[in-house]
Nanobody, 126 residues
Framework: QVQLVESGGGLVQPGGSLRLSCEASGFNLDYYSVTWFRQAPGKEREAVSCIRNSDDNTYYADSVKGRFIITRVNAKNTVYLQMNSLKPEDTAVYSC???????????????????WGQGTQVTVSS
C-alpha cells in the first residue's frame, strides 16, 4: 500500500519539544522533496519546512526558523521534524507531503499531485 503516515504529535507545554515522523510505504521517499505543512483552526495551511530530494538542502518558514529541524533517514524511508521551543501558536494539525520546496521558499501553492499523510495533532498548552 502506497502511503505516508505521520506520528509523534501530542500535547506539550510551551518551551517543550516534539519530534514528528513521516514514514513512507510502497515507494522510496528519498526520490522526493518532502514538505511539512500545518493548519490551525480558522487559519490557512502553512508550509513550515522542506527537505529537497536532490541535495537534502533544508528550508524553513520564518515562523519556525531556528526552532524546527527537518531531516531524513533513507534507511527508514522517513522524514522527521524536530520541533523545539514550542509556542502555543505552533498548535495545529501537521501533515507531510511530497511537495517541492517552492512551497516554503516562495509560497507556491501545493499541487494536487503527490502523496499526503493524514496529519497528526500538535497542541502546545500549559
Amino acid at each position: 500500500q502506497v502511503q505516508l503516515v505521520e506520528s509523534g504529535g501530542g500535547l506539550v507545554q510551551p518551551g517543550g519539544s516534539l519530534r514528528l515522523s513521516c514514514e513512507a510505504s510502497g515507494f522510496n521517499l528519498d526520490y522526493y522533496s518532502v514538505t511539512w505543512f500545518r493548519q490551525a483552526p480558522g487559519k490557512e495551511r502553512e508550509a513550515v519546512s522542506c527537505i529537497r530530494n536532490s541535495d537534502d538542502n533544508t528550508y524553513y518558514a520564518d515562523s519556525v526558523k531556528g526552532r524546527f529541524i527537518i531531516t531524513r533517514v533513507n534507511a527508514k524511508n522517513t522524514v522527521y521534524l524536530q520541533m523545539n521551543s514550542l509556542k502555543p501558536e505552533d498548535t495545529a494539525v501537521y501533515s507531510c507531503a511530497t511537495q517541492n520546496c517552492g512551497t516554503v521558499v516562495a509560497g507556491v501553492p501545493p499541487t494536487g499531485l503527490g502523496y499526503w499523510g493524514q496529519g497528526t495533532q500538535v497542541t502546545v498548552s500549559s
